[in-house]
């Protein structure tokens, strides 16, 4: 098994590794601590990535759910953003996704954020468009 595919567990990340980055001082907000807003958008863009491998067309993000930040992210941690399909539509799929930090010094992952985004497959138009699955149109 790899990385990127870690099993469901209590304690580790659930779903398929997205994106990785490193907490950086430009990040912060006046507290010194990550901005959320900063958080937020790695989460969609590492669920950006994995929505449009599963719709395999461009997808927008339609709506963001049940976000839940759970701890803070600081300056040096080493953010990782996972990702698991919860539902698949028509032309929309629910995600989850979970933000995953290691702290300097630290060999555990922390889970620090997550929520249900939501995305719609799209043509070039910027349409809607059914969601192909296995080489079928969504029905």
Known sequence: MTEATVPATPTG????????TLAMPADTN???????????SQMDVGGGVFAAKVAKSRTVTVAI?????????YVGDLVSVY????RIG???MTVRLEAWVVRRREEQPILVTDGNFTYVSID???RPQ???RDGMIAT
Do not use: Q, Y
Request: charged content about 25%; overall charge positive; glycine content about 14%.
């Open 130 to 132: 059914p969601i192909k």
């Open 13 to 20: 990340p659930r779903g398929d590794l997205c994106i990785r």
């Open 65 to 73: 759910e049940a976000m839940n930040f759970r701890k803070a992210v």
């Open 124 to 126: 070039d138009g910027g």
């Open 83 to 86: 990702a698991h399909l919860v």
């Open 30 to 40: 006046a507290n010194g601590d990550i901005f959320g807003g900063w958080l937020l």
């Open 90 to 92: 028509r032309t929309s």
